[in-house]
């Protein structure tokens, strides 16, 4: 029994051993998991309402079991939470993450993830989108969006002394393709320790994109979000806002 963060992104719940820990401990795949609220479990100073994921059968294409329903086993994941209304929100989040990648992963073959080139092309980053500057660890940083990647460049390929040279590319510190990836602002630089970021959730990592200004990393997640949107959001649905849910045995 230890304290945790939790965070659900696209269809993985990550745990991380502490707040400002940038590698998660763990990653579930909420896909193959069922969830049941529990009552009570047994344990002392029950002061608050759990949840278990179990790992389920139906939901795992290449188990030998499939469509079978198994006897029930020990839960990989039992979560405590003192709040009721908390309880609710991260109960009605992961049951609609589970519905709807299901139903996502029936319409639509996944792809193999294929590693982005690290060269940049000048003359496709001009058809690209400048998202802004910021720090990594103490390291200044270009961002640019441009086809559904997200480059981290140590400079600016928009400056004017750059493209009126000769070069025809540059070496990018990083891409990530915009379909793998999840971000959000780093609400009082609670992970970070910074006052103004946004943090980038990528498989098992967290980045903290820091700024100088709450203004520049509004701006910057507004540009983001409007890609992001653009290259996967066309089959993305916000439940953030959804109601609490009926809570029931296991999930939908």
């Known amino acids: ?6 965070v659900v992104h696209s269809r993985w719940l990550s745990r991380y051993s502490g707040m400002k820990k940038s590698r998660a401990t763990q990653q579930i795949n909420l896909t193959n998991f069922s969830l049941a609220v529990e009552e009570n479990t047994g344990m002392e100073q029950y002061d608050g309402y759990e949840f278990s994921l179990y ?4 939901y795992i294409a290449d188990h030998e079991h499939e469509h079978k329903q198994l006897p029930p086993a020990e839960p990989l994941l039992r979560v405590r939470i003192h709040e009721f209304a908390l309880f609710a929100k991260v109960v009605c989040e992961i ?11 029936t319409m639509f073959e996944a792809q193999p993830a294929d590693e982005a080139p690290l060269a940049l092309q000048l003359s496709i980053a001009s058809a690209g989108k400048r998202l802004g500057v910021a720090k990594i660890g103490w390291s200044k940083r270009h961002f ?4 559904g990647l997200l480059y981290q460049l140590k400079e600016d390929p928009f400056a004017a002394d750059i493209t009126t040279t ?8 990083c891409v990530w393709d915009l ?3 999840d971000f959000v602002l780093d609400e009082n630089g609670k992970r970070s320790g910074a006052k103004f970021a946004v943090l980038i ?8 994109l820091k700024f100088n200004a709450g203004p520049d990393a509004v701006q910057f997640y507004s540009a983001l979000k409007q890609e992001w949107s653009s290259t996967r959001g066309h089959y993305y649905v916000d439940f ?9 045995d296991d999930a939908a």
């Open 179 to 181: 379909q793998r990836i």
């Open 144 to 147: 640019v969006a441009v086809h």
């Open 95 to 105: 049951r609609a993450t589970m519905s709807y990648y299901r139903l996502y992963d």
């Open 55 to 58: 790992e389920d059968a139906r």
């Open 201 to 208: 959730l990528c498989d098992d990592k967290t980045v903290p």
């Open 1 to 6: 029994k230890c304290r945790e963060v939790m």
């Open 240 to 248: 953030s806002s959804a109601d609490a849910p009926v809570i029931m």
């Open 166 to 173: 000769t070069t025809t590319e540059m070496e990018a510190v």
